[in-house]
């Protein structure tokens, strides 16, 4: 059990370049979060996947951010036209069914 | 209203003393409460785990749960330095579903030697 792997671990980027994050889930777990949190708040749920399914989105993932898990193990997130207010910490979890979450080391992104 | 609320803090203790974390939350469907330990800089990670009513203890930790106050607290007995994070009460509104967790804002503890 190496733990949640997320890469890379800080990204810059200009405004309105793509980025993508990817998140390599503890390999037994079936559901992988993705969570957004800013400096002096707790994590904002992002979106959630079971197994391949993504099941739940939150009014936060705006259309310029997509998420996929292709074939159930590893998920990314992709941002697309990137803007200041996307600056913040985004973190992967998962977890087996009824179980608690594990969180990853995150992505620090920041917009110059 | 927010969904979980905490005392942002900073909550300051001497070393050796008990630390008492706060959380209320709104949806009393709620079933799944956790604690999370955050250090600066890194991600969060869980320390206790409550889904009924009552207290549980591990360690120095003990997580307490009262769902008709809709209420869950963090005792850390014996305070040590190295407990100075911000620790982050998370609650699973949905039960045994889905698993979305709500954070509250965190509450920053200060243990001083």
């Known amino acids: 059990d190496t733990g949640v792997s997320q890469n890379p671990r800080h990204k810059i980027t200009k405004r309105g370049q793509n980025v993508t994050f990817r998140c390599d889930p503890i390999s037994e777990h079936n559901r992988l979060y993705w969570y957004r949190q800013t400096l002096g708040q707790g994590p904002e749920f992002l979106t959630y996947?079971?197994?391949?399914?993504?099941?739940?989105k939150s009014r936060l993932l705006s259309d310029r951010f997509s998420a996929e898990r292709p074939k159930g193990s590893f998920s990314t997130l992709e941002i697309q036209r990137t803007e200041q207010g996307d600056s913040a910490m985004y973190l992967c979890?998962?977890?087996?069914?009824?179980?608690?979450?594990?969180f990853g080391d995150g992505t620090r992104l920041s917009i110059l | 209203q927010k969904e979980v609320e905490q005392n942002s803090g900073p909550l300051s203790v001497p070393e050796g003393a008990i630390a008492s974390l706060n959380c209320t939350y709104s949806d009393r469907g709620s079933q799944s409460f956790f604690w999370y330990r955050q250090y600066s800089g890194k991600s969060p990670e869980l320390i206790m785990s409550i889904y009924s009513n009552g207290d549980k203890e591990d360690g120095r930790f003990t997580a307490q749960l009262n769902k008709a106050s809709q209420y869950v607290s963090l005792l850390i007995r014996d305070s040590q330095p190295s407990d100075s994070a911000t620790y982050l009460c998370a609650v699973n509104p949905i039960y045994n579903q889905g698993g979305k967790l709500i954070f509250g804002q965190g509450t920053e503890l200060s243990v001083k030697p």
């Open positions: 996947f079971q197994n391949e399914a993504q099941l739940e």
């Open positions: 979890a998962s977890s087996g069914v009824d179980q608690p979450q594990h």
